[in-house]
């Protein structure tokens, strides 16, 4: 039985204790220098998940960093990262009182044994403890019927696991209303909105948003385009530290051309808060 199942029938586990915890961690080999095994468990169809690479060098910066929160990430995806050994090299650019900054390369050895940089980040962190109360906001948390109401992989054809071992480390319930897809009859619209959270039961944490926002299907499926889309840079704003509890993803596109697309998401919490904001420029597979 895959370990987040495991974990889920017993307890919850724990922020700092779990399977994304330890599947994201780095253990440092010198100043700057990280170690990570990227799991396999994080791929579908065996490419690793683009916000699960963005969490590992985001746990990177915050061991490098005098603040320990993302505030903003940018990333741009240089080659296509594959599970097991990696290195995460960091660089301080910036410090002060409120803000630091920092950027990061993850690189990994290609088959000929050359190292090859896989992903780029360059991100800004604080304390988001210490933020004002203050809102004003024209937001509003997407229409989502609850999530007894919504369908996850379990409602349909079981996902095979070989294939899609993501999906068993996920707690993922889709708007009904947002896969058509799924039945060969997609809306046009580029939409997608879920319930998201992870499988052991953890509460989600600012780095756990920075692959909320990456972690639904894509909405190219919603367009009717299958096959996957690979990200070419993805940048991540995170708000507010969230609420206990599922948090609510909303994502759209309103234009594809020249093979590329845009997807803009949304996360909320239990309490109705805006927590992340991200946009992405993916490449789509036409033909």
């Known amino acids: ?3 987040a199942a495991t974990a889920a029938a017993t307890a919850p586990a724990v922020v700092g204790d779990s399977e994304f915890d330890r599947d994201t961690a780095v253990t440092p080999r010198g100043p700057g220098v990280y170690d990570t095994d990227l799991s396999a468990g994080w791929t579908i169809f065996g490419a690793v998940n683009g916000g699960y690479l963005l969490a590992v060098l985001g746990r990177a910066l915050a061991d490098t960093l005098p603040h320990s929160d993302p505030f903003t990430v940018s990333a741009h995806y240089l080659s296509a990262s594959r599970p097991g050994p990696a290195v995460v090299r960091t660089q301080t650019v910036r410090t002060g009182r409120t803000l ?3 950027q990061a390369s993850l690189f990994q050895h290609d088959e000929e044994g050359r190292e090859v940089e896989r992903i780029r980040v360059l991100a800004s962190y604080g304390d988001l403890d210490a933020l004002p109360d203050d809102v004003r906001t024209s937001a509003k948390p997407p229409a989502i019927p609850p999530i007894s109401r919504c369908l996850g992989p379990e409602d349909g054809p079981a996902p095979d696991a070989d294939q899609q071992p993501i999906a068993e480390r996920l707690m993922l319930k889709l708007d009904p209303s947002t896969i058509g ?3 060969g009859q997609p809306s046009g619209k580029g939409e997608m909105r879920a319930w998201f959270g992870l499988a052991d039961g953890r509460d989600a944490d600012p780095l756990s948003l920075l692959l909320a926002v990456d972690a639904l299907p894509p909405t190219a499926f919603d367009l009717g385009i299958a096959g996957w889309v690979p990200t070419v840079e993805l940048t991540v704003h995170v708000r507010s530290r969230p609420a206990p509890g599922p948090v609510r ?3 759209t596109t309103r234009n594809l051309a020249g ?5 803009d998401a949304e996360v ?3 309490q109705d808060r805006l927590v992340a904001q991200s946009r992405q420029l993916a490449r789509v597979r036409l033909g």
Do not use: R
């Not at 093979?259 to 997807?263: D, I, R, S």
């Open 1 to 3: 039985m895959p370990e």
């Open 181 to 183: 897809w799924a039945l």
């Open 268 to 270: 909320w919490d239990s």
């Open 100 to 102: 630091s900054t920092g």
């Open 249 to 251: 993803v909303s994502i």
């Open 259 to 263: 093979g590329f697309l845009e997807e």
